[in-house]
């Protein structure tokens, strides 16, 4: 049974940071892409950030800059650095395994507000 677990969201000020982890099981984690895609209300999900099995990384152009995705193959988790957030990143954020993408977690609330 594959379980993406989602952690870190909260409430942050603009111009603070944030770092979600999602820690993976029931999947060879090392043999997968894992990716970052967030949902504000009333719009479509998008990608934040993904990262391949060798490391390449890729991240939506809003996010350029300022958001960072890591992996810890040892801890089968995967990371997202949010820098100098703006209330436009204020979205639920899922965790994603595999490149179609194969698996979801639940998502866990950014919102970003003074």
């Known amino acids: 049974q594959v379980q993406l677990v989602e952690s870190g969201g909260g409430l942050v000020q603009p111009g603070g940071s944030l770092r979600l982890s999602c820690a993976a099981s029931g999947i060879i984690f090392r043999a997968y892409a894992m990716g970052w895609y967030r949902q504000a209300p009333g719009k479509q999900r998008e990608l934040v950030a993904r990262?391949?099995?060798?490391?390449?990384?890729n991240y939506g152009d809003s996010v350029k800059g300022r958001f960072t995705i890591s992996r810890d193959n040892t801890k089968n988790t995967v990371y997202l650095q949010m820098n100098s957030l703006k209330p436009e990143d204020t979205a639920v954020y899922y965790c994603s395994a595999g490149l179609a993408p194969n698996y979801w977690g639940q998502g866990t609330q950014v919102t970003v507000s003074s």
């Open positions: 990262i391949t099995f060798g490391g390449s990384t």
